[in-house]
C-alpha cells in the first residue's frame, strides 16, 4: 500500500507549492512588474519588508506550510531517483530511514526560524 | 517503374559467444538486399552466407509472435516488421534489446519480464470456482465494454517497450510496461474481478508509481498497445481507489440458455472428448 | 529477479536517451534534474533564511553572503528551473491522473499513441515555461 500513498500525497503537496511558491516567487522576484503584497515600498529582502511578512499570520501560516509541502514533495522526488538506481536491501532502508529524518529535522527546523522571528523583530526595538 | 536492383548494405551485428567472449563485440556482414526485404530477411542472408553462427529469436515473420525483438539503428524494433529501406542508412546496426541479459548474440534473457506478468496475474480471477474449472456458459459483454481493453489486449510480449523504458533500464525492481499495461488489460475487463488481489501488488515499490512518463514504450510498441496510457490510466485507478472514489461494479454475469424458446431443428453438440485429467 | 547471461541493462545512460528518443524524454529528464537543483537550492535557502530569527543583523549579513553577481545568475536559474518544474509538473499531474491521454482507442497504423494526445500540452508546457523564465529574467536583470 505505502507507495500508492506516498505518490498520492506527492501529487497533492506538488499541488500546494504550485499556488504558495507561485506567490513566493511572485513576491520576491516579479515584484518590480507585479508589486503585490506590499512590496511597492521596500525591496522584497530588505529587513523592513521581512519583519512585515513575520508579524503577520497569513505569511507564518503558509510559509510553514509551503515548508512541509515543499520538503515532502522534494525528498519523495530524490528518494525516487535514489532508489531507481537499484540499491542493495540495506541501502534501501537506509535511504528510506535517512531521508524521513533529514526531511522532518529541516522542517522543525524551518518552523522554528519562521515561529521566532516575530519574537526577534519586537526584541530589536522595531 | 522503381529500381529493383540490389545494393550493398552492411550489417552491423552485436555478437557474443557465452563461455567464450568476456564482452559482445560488434561484426560487420556485407550483404545485397532487394526492396522490399526486412531485417529478419537480412539476417537470414547473414547467417548463410557469412555468419552460420548468428544466434536470435524469430518465428511468424508477420508481426505476431513477438519473438524477433532487437535494438536495430538504436530503436527497438521487430526485426520482421522492419523494412530495410525504411531505415534510409546503408549500415544496419543490429543489437540485442538492452534492459535485458543476453544469452548469446541477439537472443535476449525475456525471464524476469514474463516472471513479472505472471506476478500481476494475467488472467481472469473471478469467485465462481466450480464455473472458471468446468464452465456452462459465455459471460456477457457489451462491445462498449470491449473497448475499455482491447486496444491493450493486442500485446504480444515483445519486449520492446521494456528495453525503451528509462525506469527499467536502472531498476530491475519496477515491473515495466508490459506487466503493468497487461494488469490494467484485466482490471478494466468486465468478466474480471481480480482488482483487489492486484492492487497488493500495484500499491508496492514494483507497481506503476515509478513511471514518469517518459513515452518511449508506446512510440515503440510495435501494436499499438499504448502501455503509458494503460498505465496512466491504471494510476487514476488505484488512486481513485485509494480516496475511495472507485466505482465498484459485479463481473459480467454468465450468460445462461434462454428458456422455452428452444429451436428443435438443432443438432445436438458432439460428446466431450475433454476427460478429467 | 536479475536477468541472467551477459549484463545488458543501460543504466543511467537509458535515462538521457540517444538522440533518437522523443521529446517527452527530454522533459523527463529536465524535470529530474531541475527538481535536483531545486532541492539542493531548497535545503540551503531554509538555513539562509532562518538568519531572521536572530534578529536584523544576522539577516544583513546573511543577504550580504548571497548578493554577489554569481548568486544573482544562480537565483535567476533557480527561478527558470521553478518555471519549468512547475509547469512541466501540471502536465505530469494531469498525465499521471489520466486525464490528457486520451480513452482506449482501436490501434489502427499509424497509431495514435497518448503520447501523439498529448504533445501539444507538451509545447505548450515549454512554452510558458520559457514565457515566465523570461519574464523573471525581466525582473531580476533588467528592472532592478
Given at each position: 500500500m505505502r507507495d500508492r500513498t506516498l505518490w498520492t500525497w506527492h501529487i497533492g503537496a506538488g499541488v500546494v507549492i504550485l499556488v504558495l511558491l507561485g506567490l513566493h516567487m511572485a513576491i520576491m522576484h516579479l515584484d518590480a512588474t507585479l508589486g503585490i503584497?506590499?512590496?511597492?515600498?521596500?525591496?522584497?529582502?530588505e529587513w523592513e519588508s521581512v519583519v512585515t511578512r513575520a508579524q503577520s499570520l497569513f505569511f507564518t501560516v503558509t510559509y510553514v506550510l509551503l515548508l512541509g509541502a515543499a520538503l515532502y514533495h522534494g525528498f519523495y522526488g530524490l528518494r525516487n531517483i535514489l532508489l531507481e538506481l537499484n540499491p542493495g536491501a540495506g541501502l534501501r532502508r537506509t535511504i528510506n530511514v535517512g531521508l524521513s529524518l533529514a526531511g522532518l529535522a529541516l522542517f522543525a527546523f524551518g518552523t522554528w526560524a519562521a515561529l521566532a522571528a516575530p519574537g526577534a523583530a519586537t526584541m530589536a526595538g522595531g | 517503374m522503381a529500381d529493383t536492383s540490389p545494393r550493398q548494405v552492411t550489417f552491423h551485428v552485436r555478437r557474443y559467444e557465452p563461455g567464450v567472449d568476456r564482452e559482445p563485440h560488434w561484426e560487420d556482414h556485407r550483404i545485397d538486399v532487394l526492396p522490399g526485404m526486412t531485417v529478419l530477411d537480412g539476417l537470414w542472408k547473414v547467417k548463410e552466407l557469412s555468419a552460420p553462427s548468428l544466434a536470435w529469436r524469430s518465428s511468424?515473420?508477420?508481426?505476431?509472435?513477438?519473438?524477433?525483438?532487437m535494438l536495430i539503428n538504436g530503436r527497438p524494433r521487430l526485426a520482421c516488421n522492419t523494412?530495410?529501406?525504411?531505415?534510409?542508412?546503408d549500415v544496419v546496426a543490429v543489437g540485442p534489446l538492452p534492459n535485458f541479459g543476453i544469452i548469446?548474440?541477439?537472443?535476449?534473457?525475456?525471464r524476469p519480464m514474463f516472471e513479472m506478468h505472471r506476478d500481476l496475474m494475467p488472467y481472469l480471477i473471478r469467485d465462481d470456482a466450480q464455473e472458471q474449472d468446468d464452465p456452462t456458459g459465455e459471460y456477457w459483454q457489451t462491445p462498449h465494454e470491449l473497448e475499455h481493453y482491447l486496444q491493450f489486449s493486442y500485446?504480444?510480449?515483445?519486449g520492446c517497450c521494456m528495453a525503451a523504458c528509462p525506469t527499467v533500464a536502472t531498476d530491475p525492481q519496477y515491473a515495466g510496461p508490459m506487466p503493468l499495461g497487461q494488469a490494467h488489460r484485466y482490471n478494466s475487463?468486465?468478466?474480471?474481478?481480480g482488482f483487489g488481489q492486484r492492487r497488493e501488488v500495484l500499491s508496492?515499490?514494483?507497481?506503476?508509481?515509478?513511471?514518469?512518463?517518459?513515452g518511449e514504450c508506446s512510440q515503440v510498441c510495435p501494436k499499438g498497445v499504448d502501455p503509458a496510457k494503460a498505465i496512466q490510466l491504471m494510476k487514476r485507478e488505484l488512486v481513485s481507489d485509494l480516496l475511495r472514489l472507485r466505482r465498484r461494479r459485479p463481473p459480467a454475469a454468465l450468460a445462461e440458455e434462454p428458456h422455452?424458446?428452444?429451436?428443435?431443428?438443432i443438432v445436438p453438440a458432439p460428446p466431450r472428448t475433454a476427460t478429467e485429467a | 529477479m536479475t536477468s541472467r547471461g551477459h549484463p545488458n541493462r543501460l543504466g543511467i545512460r537509458g535515462w538521457v536517451?540517444?538522440?533518437?528518443?522523443?521529446f517527452e524524454r527530454y522533459l523527463y529528464t529536465l524535470h529530474r534534474l531541475t527538481g535536483l537543483g531545486l532541492l539542493g537550492y531548497f535545503a540551503m535557502h531554509i538555513f539562509v533564511t532562518s538568519a531572521r530569527a536572530l534578529g536584523p543583523e544576522s539577516w544583513e549579513q546573511a543577504m550580504g553572503v548571497v548578493s554577489g553577481p554569481l548568486f544573482r545568475i544562480g537565483e535567476y536559474l533557480v527561478f527558470a528551473a521553478f518555471a519549468f518544474h512547475a509547469v512541466n509538473g501540471i502536465r505530469l499531474a494531469l498525465i499521471e491522473l489520466g486525464f490528457a491521454v486520451g480513452p482506449p482507442i482501436e490501434p489502427v497504423y499509424p497509431y495514435a499513441t497518448s503520447v501523439g494526445r498529448q504533445r501539444r500540452l507538451a509545447r505548450a508546457v515549454v512554452m510558458i515555461a520559457a514565457v515566465v523564465a523570461l519574464w523573471g529574467g525581466l525582473d531580476f536583470f533588467v528592472l532592478q
Open positions: 503584497f506590499g512590496t511597492e515600498g521596500a525591496e522584497p529582502v | 511468424c515473420r508477420m508481426g505476431i509472435c513477438g519473438s524477433c525483438g523494412q530495410i529501406a525504411e531505415l534510409a542508412s548469446k548474440d541477439l537472443v535476449p534473457d525475456l500485446c504480444i510480449k515483445c475487463d468486465t468478466r474480471d474481478a508496492g515499490g514494483s507497481g506503476p508509481w515509478r513511471c514518469h512518463f517518459a422455452g424458446t428452444r429451436r428443435e431443428d | 536517451g540517444g538522440g533518437r528518443w522523443g
